[in-house]
């Protein structure tokens, strides 16, 4: 459901074109694809560390992962100027 407003803040409060939006969105799904199995073979070959499981292991890396970078998605491009382009 994240995705449905993610879409409509990056239409309406980046400015992006819907298509640019939508295309970006479509990346990091596919990019999930692809990222999701190799996570999965990972997991299954780490024996775990700190005390933790192997997926607990895995699960606190995504967790440090999204925490840093969550605040990033809805703040605008940090090195963009006003002649940047729109996808960029």
């Known amino acids: 459901m994240w995705f449905t407003?993610?879409?409509?803040?990056?239409?309406?409060?980046l400015g992006l074109q819907s298509t640019y939006a939508g295309v970006m969105l479509l990346i990091g799904q596919?990019?999930?694809g692809v990222c999701?199995?190799?996570v999965g073979y990972g997991s299954d070959r780490t024996p775990g560390f700190f005390g933790y499981g192997k997926r607990k292991t895995w699960h606190l890396l995504g967790?440090?992962?999204?925490?840093?970078t969550f605040p990033f998605i809805f703040n605008p491009c940090l090195a963009c100027t006003d002649n940047t382009p729109q996808w960029a």
Request: proline content about 5%; overall charge negative; some cysteine.
């Open 30 to 32: 596919i990019a999930d």
């Open 63 to 68: 967790a440090i992962c999204v925490l840093v």
């Open 5 to 13: 407003y993610l879409l409509v803040y990056s239409h309406f409060v």
């Open 36 to 38: 999701t199995p190799l």
